[in-house]
């Protein structure tokens, strides 16, 4: 397997894993990683998690943005939680992790492109998202409903009227309250059902859909 080779393969993909390369090329698969390797060390492939690399910019033919990684990186997942809350301007901070929900065991990559953090959610619950654009290409992420039920869901503890008020939500707008409720049912948590009326009582409260102080 020659460099060469492999950018003609792989130059057009988010990343690509070994299988992929087995497959592809006569070389045995101790060879294959021992030529990965020697290209990690030279900056040529980045090492993603074990098994799944990426091109260098240079040789890479598309843009490799973290939150289009999320969804390759394990699958199926959709991002959710506080990165699809920021991605939808409800809440004033920059989120760094990109939060992703997994009917897989949950994980978490640390690697150059970034941090990747992936919850584990029953599979019936796994719903609620949809495919947008994002930097030219599409991502999976939960729609705004979703994403306030999977953070409460998968966040310890009764979300009480001020700790909500603490997250500091704006854009409250956008929120469709009966699909919120239709989604909570789905979950069949009182919890949540709890949580959302209590979420529904904030939002009439804040006249404009700024953020709750």
Known sequence: MKYEELTDLAGGLVCFDLPLLVQAFPDRRPAVLLQLSRWATQGKVIPLRRGVYTLADRARKIRLDPALLAQHLRRP??????WALGFHDMIPERVVVHTSVTPRLPTRFDNACGAFEYRHIKQPCFFGYEQVAYGGSTILVARPE????DHWHLSAGEWTKDRLA?????NMKIVDHRRLQEYAAR??????????????QLAEECDDGDVIL
Do not use: D, N
């Open 166 to 170: 603490e997250m500091r939500y704006q």
């Open 187 to 200: 979950f069949e948590r009182p919890r949540l059902t709890r949580t959302v009326e209590r979420w529904m």
């Open 146 to 149: 979703k994403a306030l039920l």
């Open 77 to 82: 997942s959709y991002l959710s939680g506080l």
